[in-house]
């Protein structure tokens, strides 16, 4: 087995939470991720990419994690619906129920989109929870489960007064920052952007909530953080699937313990975006 194949699978295994036989174990994840516990989570708040099918070697790049923003750009690949005007949209082969259909040519099939974490861009909005699945998925990866999030959020800075340079994006300049520029807004694992900016989808979901409410100030947990969750339930007419929602966005009562079910899986808004983990 080549040397750098034997690197890869040895990665792939070790962010599963076991070692591939007769490899030696180690802490080391993908280059766009940090290690918390037995996942690799994304280091940053995803971009979604759309990539020239035929540009193969970049399409591979981007599914071990080794991207960078330089070789996307030159690579011909087109940064969509960034936060801050959600333009250019996805294409129609990756519509808003994430049941895409391959670019012609493509081989494997793929719509050509794909789910990336790098930093010094804003990160992709305007986005439903299937399509933030499926750019996952294209990508070698998946959504963060609502247990995996509040993992790699540890220790990520209460968002009090945000200096509207360093601490988490919470409000003061009320439109969402370049990935990682926040430089305060780190959790003990090193995950950037867990709080505010924009808020993320995760995997779980809920029935959606009927009202919204500060649950940490009642609860006793520092912070103000803002919970959306537990809706009507049972067979009621008015029953609706959410898919959760977690850290809060640059407008909203942001926080580690902030969780919404307030929105179905289809809704897409310019506050909403994602992060993978493998």
């Known amino acids: 087995m080549n040397h750098r194949l034997d690197h890869i699978i040895s990665v792939a295994a070790v962010c599963l939470g076991f070692a591939a036989p007769g490899r030696a174990t180690t802490l080391r994840g993908p280059p766009d991720s940090v290690r918390v516990g037995n996942e690799c989570i994304d280091t940053y708040e995803a971009s979604v990419w759309q990539i020239p099918p035929e540009n193969t070697v970049l399409v591979k790049q981007v599914q071990s994690g080794r991207a960078t923003l330089a070789e996307l750009t030159s690579g011909g690949a087109t940064q969509l619906s960034p936060a801050t005007s959600c333009s250019p949209a996805y294409p129609t082969n990756f519509p808003d129920d994430g049941n895409w259909t391959p670019v012609p040519g493509s081989s494997p099939p793929s719509p050509g989109v794909y789910a990336v974490s790098l930093p010094g861009v804003h990160p992709s909005a305007c986005i439903t929870w299937f399509q933030a699945n499926q ?8 959504l963060l489960t609502n247990h995996e999030w509040q993992g790699a959020a540890a220790s990520t800075p209460d968002p009090g007064t945000d200096d509207g340079t360093t601490d988490c994006n919470v409000g003061k300049t009320g439109t969402p920052s370049d990935t990682g520029s926040r430089s305060n807004c780190k959790s003990a694992w090193g995950v950037f952007d ?22 940490t100030t009642s609860a006793g947990v520092p912070g103000h953080d803002l919970s959306c969750f537990g809706g009507p339930g049972g067979l009621a007419a ?16 942001a926080g580690v313990f902030a969780v919404s079910a307030g929105r179905v899986p289809s809704d897409a808004t310019f506050f909403t975006g994602f992060r993978c983990a493998r």
């Open 238 to 253: 008015s029953s609706l699937p959410a898919a959760l929602i977690c850290g809060g966005n640059f407008g909203s009562l």
């Open 194 to 215: 867990m709080v505010g900016n924009v808020e993320e989808w995760v995997a779980d979901w809920s029935d959606r909530a009927s009202s919204c409410t500060d649950w």
């Open 135 to 142: 750019a996952c998925l294209l990508s070698g990866k998946r």
